[in-house]
């Protein structure tokens, strides 16, 4: 990072507000091992308009449920305490995102590709062996992955398409362009983001390393590495468009940290699909624009 060139962002970044103080007690709750449904449950009913979309969430087509959930302590019985959390965490989260200026990228087509991302990282998750409490984790961090390229939109959207413009002229990888431009990139933002609003570790790390892999924690790496094969695979399959044309060859060492195999991933195309419909109403929640 070129922190002199880097410095209208790092401002804007400043000015942003922080999550909700009621999504930051639920983070804290949530990752308490000692901390109840009840315990959840009282956090949540502080804020009843954060209740409400979360419950939206829950009775949607994206879990399917034959019946409707009318309680949020019933939700998180249900789903558990780590799901919930990433639901009001990702509705928090897309809604500080809303507003972002149109010019370099297409919102509709980028956000298309985040929810690719993050419905092809929860299909590995569940094919790999992921504990039903933490496949919403990797959800999360495909939904994410990208989420510093909104703030760079938003300052300069004219010159961010001529930076993504130029990254797909050389069929380059579009972080190197953002660098040289703006001194900072999407990964380096997304950590910034991540911190401020006090996420987990694997959360900043799928925001910030899916291009720097060699930086992974050990403990992060299914989880990141899985955001980076569904980054590169939904960009094969131009599932959505997020700026950034590169799909990067994937190295044998990762599909066997993650467990998966090329083949297997191909199998899931049309559950993809299918899913990135049912998970549409993630941003019809946050009225994504």
Known sequence: ???????????????????????????????????????????????????AKVLKLVNSAYFGFSEQVTSTVRAIVMLGLNTIKNLAVSTAALEAMAGSAKGGLDMDEFWRHLLAT??????????????????????????????????????????????IGAAREKQKPLHLFETAVFGINHGEIGRLLGEKWGLQSQLIEAMSKHHCLAEVKDENKKLVFAVHISNNYCKKLE???????????????????????????????????????????????????
Request: glycine share 10%.
């Open 1 to 51: 990072m070129d922190d002199s060139k880097a410095a209208i962002v790092l401002r804007h970044i400043d000015r942003m507000p922080s999550l909700s103080p009621t999504v930051a007690k639920i983070l804290q709750v949530a990752n308490d091992p000692t901390s109840s449904a009840n315990d959840l449950n009282k956090v949540i009913s502080l804020d009843p308009v954060l209740a």
């Open 118 to 163: 993050g419905v092809c990282a929860k299909l590995i998750a569940r094919k790999i062996g992921i504990h039903k409490n933490f496949l919403e984790d990797f959800f999360l961090g495909g939904l994410m992955h990208d989420i510093g390229k909104v703030i760079l939109n938003r300052i300069n959207p004219v010159g961010y398409g001529k930076v």
């Open 239 to 289: 599932a959505g468009f997020g700026g950034n044309a590169y799909v990067e060859k994937i190295a044998p060492e990762m599909w066997r940290e993650v467990g998966l195999t090329e083949d297997a991933l191909a199998d899931m195309e049309g559950f993809l699909m299918e899913g990135v419909e049912r998970a549409s109403v993630f941003l019809q929640s946050s009225d994504k624009g």
